[in-house]
């Protein structure tokens, strides 16, 4: 197993109280999977991505332990974790175009961040790897400036592997795209994981339809809680969760002309974080909801590989 | 690269014929006659000399051509490097008397504005990441920078000068001096010009500290700064890189403070009588010198152009952003 979490807690210190932005989650990721993890916003998908790597400042780890390799992650030391930083789990940011220093060449950049880092800058292999997402190497004299959006995107993607990570988490690394750069950059995250730069990787998105066509399982978030963990096509075909259900099914289908049948959402709103409800949180929007419902249910596994936190899903 | 530093030297010549026009059209829209004060210096009693003696200086000074006429020869010599000649110090030419101020004044100058930018960088970055350095001292550099040079200036000529005693507070030297390369001579300098020097570089200081702290704080907050640190820069880099980004603004900030730096040293120089040329302009209104006054002024205008000039040219170097826009492949 590459990435065991374990009953992971994560506040989000505020003045109002504590926001229970990841309350007990537990999953892992396996060798060689690419995971999709769902969610609208505020579901806690970004916080459980960014808590993997670097907790910002107003962010606490609270409770449950990490495991990546066999080797407990010490998630709020931020020292501890710079051992684990780009050569066990590295990032794919969400803002690729302003990830680059504006007044540093590229090439020196990363050579210098290479160097800060105790490892030897290899020009031949940082070449190749940038062939392999279509950049000449020109780009490594150029500064960021003179890079187009989608240019930049892809150096980031090469810096973030450069020294073949074991987990790579993309957070939401498509929603600033075109479609067609979508594809691209989906095609690549694919081509890291087949050719062995990354061993498995964890890819964040808001967009079920397009992590659908790269990930072997998708797990779908909902108010910091996990709702459904299952392989790509199960998840997307046969969802048990009633929210996966409502999520699959608001999503537009080809061929379907939406002026005679509207395009429904879930109707309702998540429940506030701060004081989070009793029981399963999916409840009041829920139309399957019954008594036990006031009681969390567990992520129990109710097929191979097909986790469901509901009590109706059997 | 060419047609950048093209435009930029038009705009600076523009910039010159205006601030030159203007000053030569300051002192003649002066109230008062710079004739009439000679005269009466001179002190002569007979109508018919001092008729005579009006008439010598009015042509002398080329007083009574028509504006225009003057306009034109004010321009002609002044590219002939010719600057008239002083009434205040008659008959010294303007030009000897801005050599013998100006070295005071750049002595003043140079290192106050090169040492208080430098400092107050570094110290406004080290206070960035102090909590308690930026809760103590920082207001402290608020108050400094809101203080005017003047009021400071009497300050700390009170508190060091007059109440301490450490410090003299008028003269560039001891009056009991002769310029020389003695050691008193030079110990007497240095202790005269401690005073001025040191309220412009406190005023100047706080002001860039304030601005470097901000800008730190800004830049440590930046999405490179935390990309980095997903990918566990040490401190030291993300710090390197945070610095020398936050220290562009304050260069274009060197450049538009240059202006209110050299006003400030002028008035700072007259607090203390230091003989440079903020003294000058003092004397120069007070004996309607025209010619004076227009030549210290066109000093200024050119130092303060050609500080620009170099500060647009290091911003170049330093940031390649705005090398982009200067046409071709960058």
Known sequence: ??????????????????????????????????????????????????????????????????????????????????????????????????????????????????????ERPERAELERRLELVGLSKDVLDRYPIELSGGMKQRVVMVVSTLLNPSLLIADEITSALDVSSQKAVATTLLGFRDRGLVTSMMVVTHDISLVYQIADTIMVMYAGRLAEKAPADVLVTAPRHPYTKQLISALPEVGVRYEDRRLTGIPGNPPSLLKPPGGCRFRDRCPLAFEQCAEQPPFAEVAPGHFVACWKAE | MRRYFGRKLLIYGLTFFVAVTINWMIPRFMPGDPVQSMLSRANVAQPAAVEAMRAHYTAMFGLDLPLWQQYLNFWGSLLKGDLGISIWLFPTPVSDVIVRAVPYTLGLLIPSILLSWFAGNRFGAFAARRKWLDNSVLPIGYVLTATPYMWLAILLAWALGIVAGIFPVAGAYGFDLQASWSWTFLGSLAQHWFL???????????????????????????????????????????????????????VTGLALQLGVLVAGALVTEIVFSYPGLGHLILQAIQNQDFFLLQGTFLFIVIGVLIANFIIDVAYVLVDPRTRTGMGGAA
């Open chain 2, 196 to 250: 001025p020097f040191a309220s412009l570089f406190l005023v100047a200081f706080g002001g860039w500290a304030i601005g470097m702290r901000n800008m730190i704080i800004y830049e440590l907050e930046a999405d490179y700064v935390n990309y980095l640190r997903a990918l566990g820069a040490p401190t030291r880099l993300v710090r390197r890189y945070a610095f020398r980004n936050a220290i562009l603004p304050q």
């Open chain 1, 1 to 118: 197993m590459a990435l065991n979490v374990t009953d992971l807690r994560v506040y989000y210190r505020t003045l109002r109280g504590e926001v229970k932005a990841l309350d007990g989650v537990t999953f892992s990721v396996a060798d060689g999977e690419i995971m999709g993890l769902a969610g609208e916003s505020g579901s806690g998908k970004s916080t459980l991505a960014k808590s993997l790597i670097r907790l910002d400042g107003r962010m606490r780890h609270v409770g449950g332990t990490v495991e990546l390799d066999g080797k407990t992650m010490p998630l709020s030391d931020d020292t501890g974790m710079d051992r684990f930083r780009f050569r066990e789990v590295s990032l794919i940011p969400q803002y690729s175009m302003s990830a680059l220093n504006p007044t540093r060449k590229i090439g020196k950049m990363v050579g210098e961040l290479l160097e800060s880092r105790g």
